[in-house]
């Protein structure tokens, strides 16, 4: 197995962890100014960061050193799926962002692997496009201000979590739209 690869498993055998630390019992809080932020989350919010730098570190060596694999394009996606399912659910489960909004993200990756597959199906790849890219970005940027309460911008009283995650929501759309049309004809041809 070779480093982008073991890169990208670190970023799976992270998931348990950032959940344990998510969801175990009060580990105190962090003041800042007027408002407050159980260490627990400050901590995961870290381990979700280090995660999702992660994703590109192993892309980025699996590019330069031409290290890419079927292993490695089978379980880069599925450990960024996992990521933000994840924390998505975490999130919902302690009120930091919206159910629907969680739901219709993990929906679109669930439609979007649904896609891939038939699509390789018919002997075909599709390819991650810049807008998958950036809406993964825009997901994990989204994912980490829910996870420091809206920390720093809570203190400026601007709910920049529900615009960030409203903002996700329309990239999650667009690109899972986006592959669905590229994609129409291989996926309205297949038996």
């Not at 699996?62 to 379980?75: E, I």
């Not at 679109?108 to 390789?120: K, N, P, W, Y």
């Not at 199906?121 to 980490?144: D, F």
Request: aromatic share 10%.
């Amino acid at each position: 197995m070779n480093l982008p690869n073991k890169i990208t498993l670190s970023r799976i055998m992270l998931l348990p962890v950032f959940m344990f630390i998510m969801l175990v019992p009060d580990w105190g809080e962090i003041k800042i100014g007027d408002a407050t932020l159980p260490v627990a989350h400050f901590v995961g919010a870290l381990i979700f960061v280090i995660a999702a730098i992660t994703d590109w570190v192993d892309g980025y060596l699996a590019r330069k050193y031409q290290l890419v694999t079927n292993l490695g394009k089978f379980l880069d996606p599925l450990a960024d799926k996992l990521l933000i399912a994840i924390a998505l659910i975490v999130l919902v489960d302690l009120n930091l962002t919206y159910t629907w909004m969680a739901a219709l993200i993990i929906a679109r990756e669930f439609a979007v692997t649904g896609i891939r597959l038939v699509v390789a199906g018919s002997g075909e790849v599709v390819a991650a496009a810049m807008l998958g890219k950036i809406k993964t970005w825009v997901q994990i940027i989204a994912v980490v201000i829910c996870l420091l309460h809206n920390l720093p911008f809570s203190l400026l009283a601007i709910p920049m979590d529900v615009i960030a995650m409203v903002v996700a929501v329309i990239f999650t759309v667009w690109s899972g739209w986006d592959i669905f049309w590229v994609n129409r004809r291989t996926l309205l041809s297949s038996k």
